[in-house]
Each structure stands twice: as structure tokens, then as C-alpha cells.
């Protein structure tokens, strides 16, 4: 599709779910105006980006993610580092869709990056489903955001604060809060009343190859998910959880993909990242703890 069909379809998308939307600044309504941009009555305007994602931002952001990460993350997707991840969110999602009590789903990615796995799960939940399934993916960052509206014009990508979602009360069925940081405030407002919460949080294991070359033993020692789980219990009625462990096996190119990608290389120097890469490691941990929640 070009540049300008990508921008018509993404703008006849928003026309369509235009309801979901409201200003991030007056928080009116937001409509659709002249195929180009989002207008509230109060005359904030949001211009659709070419690649098709509209920014919501009202004020820059900068943020420790840049497009190499994001690269890196769309290929370690590529490479099906997250897919029994992603399988079995969308069956927990399809499992859960009758006590939700609608017939559309409608999901919201709080922290899309670059979109891949608001993407897969998409077209999951929909084939389980057999039924349309509308995903909205939003981020602080306009690189992960643009690369996410370049390859998937099937669902809504927006560069928004999570602390002012563009969104009015009670539009989502699904927020999805995947390796990312939360805002339950925010979420509790989104969501319907019998809609899910579903964070996904590392556990102990998670790239514990990748750890014990970059970090000492106290430091390792010292990483829990115990604190995330408990401000969740806190903000969120917590229904189910759940730990998901696999190995997966990466070449050398996926490996060096994955360093990119994780947070965890972020303290590490040029020498370490080079030392872990010419360790040759072939198996990676997979270690995450997946929250389901329901508003209190
Ligand atoms: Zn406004």
C-alpha cells in the first residue's frame, strides 16, 4: 500500500472507531476531519502521520528506546522468540471472551514499542475467535510507533503519554501491558467493567544467559518481580496468574538482535556486549509471569 492509501485506510479506520477517542488536552470528543487529522470541538487538532499513526503527544518525549532497539525487537519477534508467549495470551483472551459480554474485542496494547505483538495477537484472538477483533497499540516513542503503523495497517497506532491516554472511559475489553510499564489509574478508567487486565512481567529465569555473563552474582540475586505483583494486587481484583517457560534457539545474528533488544544491555559496555556475543550461546531462557486482573 503507499505512503497516502496507508494514511486513507488508517483515517477510515479512526472514522469508524472514532467513539474510542477523546482529546488528550480538554478531553472531548475527537472526530475524524477531512480525512487528515483528529479534531475536538475545542480545536486541538492530531494529524495523521503518512505511515498511517496519528501523535497524540502534547508535549515531546524523549525516551531510552531508539529505532536500533526497536529493529532489534521486530526481528527477534521474526525469529518466534515471544510466539508460545503470544499463543498462549490469545488463547487466555479467547478463554475469557464470553465474560466479557460483547461480541467485538476490542484491545489495547499500553506500550506497543513496534507493534509486532499487538499484531500477532490480533490475528490470534480473531482466528480463535473467528470473529473481527480491533487492536489499538499506543507508545511514547514515535520511532517504535511509526515502524508498528508501516507493517500493520489492520489495527490503530497512536504516540501517546500512558498517563494521558487519548481514549474516553471504558473503551477496551483487553489491555494488554506486556514487558512494559503500567498506569492503573489509567487502565482502571479504560477498561469496561467486565474487561481484563493482562500484564506480562519477566520472571527469575528470564534470559538468565544473557544475565549471568552481564551481571555479578548479587545483582542477579537481587531481580524479582515481587514488588510489580503486589502494586498490581494493589490497583487490580488479581484472577488468575500464571508462569510460561521455554527455551529458544538463536544464530548469532538473532543473539545479537536479542542484546539490542533487552534492557538488560543497557549498563552493559561495548566490551561486555562483545564478550556475551562471542560466547556462542544457541539456547535462551524464556521466563515470564503473566497477571490477569478485573476491576475491583
Ligand atoms: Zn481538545
Same mark, same amino acid.
Not at 515531546?60 to 528506546?65: C, F, H, L, W
Given at each position: ?22 482529546c ?26 503518512k ?26 519477534n ?23 459480554? *460483547?461480541?467485538?474485542? @476490542?484491545? %489495547?496494547?499500553?506500550?506497543?514499542? =513496534?507493534?509486532? !505483538?499487538?499484531?500477532? /495477537?490480533?490475528? &490470534? #484472538? ?6 473481527d ?12 510507533v ?78 524479582? *518481580?515481587?514488588?510489580? @505483583?503486589? %502494586?498490581?494486587?494493589?490497583?487490580? =481484583?488479581?484472577? !488468575?496468574?500464571?508462569? /510460561?517457560?521455554? &527455551? #529458544? ?17 543497557w ?30
Open positions: 500500500m503507499t505512503r497516502s492509501g496507508k494514511l486513507l485506510a488508517s483515517a477510515r479506520l479512526m472514522e469508524q472507531n472514532k467513539a474510542l477517542f477523546r488528550p488536552i480538554c478531553r472531548d470528543a475527537l472526530g475524524v476531519d477531512e480525512v487528515k487529522s483528529l479534531l475536538c470541538v475545542n480545536g486541538h487538532r492530531f494529524d495523521l502521520a505511515q498511517g499513526y496519528v501523535n497524540m503527544l502534547t508535549n515531546p518525549s524523549r525516551t531510552k528506546y531508539d529505532k536500533r532497539m526497536f529493529e532489534a525487537r521486530k526481528m527477534i521474526q525469529a518466534s522468540f515471544f510466539e508460545p508467549l503470544l499463543v498462549r495470551l490469545s488463547e487466555i483472551i479467547s478463554e475469557r471472551q464470553e465474560s466479557m459480554g *460483547n461480541d467485538k474485542v @476490542v484491545l %489495547l496494547d499500553a506500550g506497543c514499542g =513496534e507493534g509486532s !505483538h499487538l499484531s500477532a /495477537l490480533r490475528e &490470534k #484472538v480473531s482466528s480463535l475467535l473467528e470473529s477483533v480491533l487492536g489499538i497499540g499506543i507508545d511514547i516513542s514515535k520511532e517504535g511509526q515502524m508498528a503503523a508501516r507493517d500493520d495497517g489492520s489495527n490503530l497506532w497512536c504516540v501517546a503519554d500512558l498517563a494521558k491516554c487519548p481514549f474516553a472511559d471504558q473503551s477496551f475489553h483487553v489491555i494488554l501491558n506486556i514487558l512494559s510499564p503500567s498506569n492503573y489509574a489509567e487502565f482502571e478508567r479504560l477498561l469496561t467493567d467486565d474487561g481484563l487486565l493482562i500484564k506480562v512481567v519477566p520472571d527469575s529465569e528470564y534470559l538468565k544467559e544473557l544475565r549471568s555473563l552481564l551481571y555479578t552474582e548479587s545483582e542477579r540475586q537481587a531481580y524479582s *518481580n515481587e514488588q510489580t @505483583v503486589e %502494586l498490581f494486587k494493589q490497583s487490580f =481484583e488479581l484472577l !488468575h496468574q500464571e508462569r /510460561l517457560q521455554y &527455551k #529458544v534457539h538463536l544464530d548469532p545474528v538473532q543473539l545479537e538482535h536479542l542484546v539490542y533488544m533487552t534492557p538488560l544491555s549498563g552493559a559496555d561495548e566490551q561486555q556486549t562483545r564478550q556475551v556475543l562471542s560466547k556462542h550461546l544457541n539456547e535462551i531462557s524464556c521466563d515470564f509471569l503473566i497477571l490477569i486482573g478485573r476491576k475491583k
